[in-house]
Nanobody, 120 residues
Framework: QVQLVESGGGLVQPGGSLRLSCAASGSIFSINTMRWYRQAPGKEREWVTTITRGLNTNYADSVKGRFTIARDNVKNTVSLQMNNLKPEDTAVYYC??????????????WGKGTLVTVSS
């Protein structure tokens, strides 16, 4: 059984910063790509950023230059540093990871999400 648990969400003023974390636990052999997604109220879930096991990264245009993804391959964690936050960044943020567990193929796992609210 594999679990992803996010933390670090909260209320922040525009221009402020937050750091989200996601920890993977359980029967994990290896973790491939890790991603963050977000879902704003009344909108579909959207991709935010990706980091490969080799630490290559990609970002959505809307967050490029403001958000930074990082991971620790030993601790099985991924983080999202969010700077210069805007009201439009308000959303539930979800961690996603492609994990090889006890089977022969990888599976995409999701966390339950953490709420980020950007408001004055």
């Amino acid at each position: 059984q594999v679990q992803l648990v996010e933390s670090g969400g909260g209320l922040v003023q525009p221009g402020g910063s937050l750091r989200l974390s996601c920890a993977a636990s359980g029967s994990i052999f290896s973790i491939n790509t890790m991603r963050w997604y977000r879902q704003a109220p009344g909108k579909e879930r959207e991709w935010v950023t990706t980091i490969t096991r080799g630490l290559n990264t990609n970002y959505a245009d809307s967050v490029k230059g403001r958000f930074t993804i990082a991971r620790d391959n030993v601790k099985n964690t991924v983080s999202l540093q969010m700077n210069n936050l805007k009201p439009e960044d308000t959303a539930v943020y979800y961690c996603n990871a492609n994990i090889l567990s006890t089977g022969v193929s990888t599976v995409d796992y999701w966390g339950k999400g953490t709420l980020v609210t950007v408001s004055s």
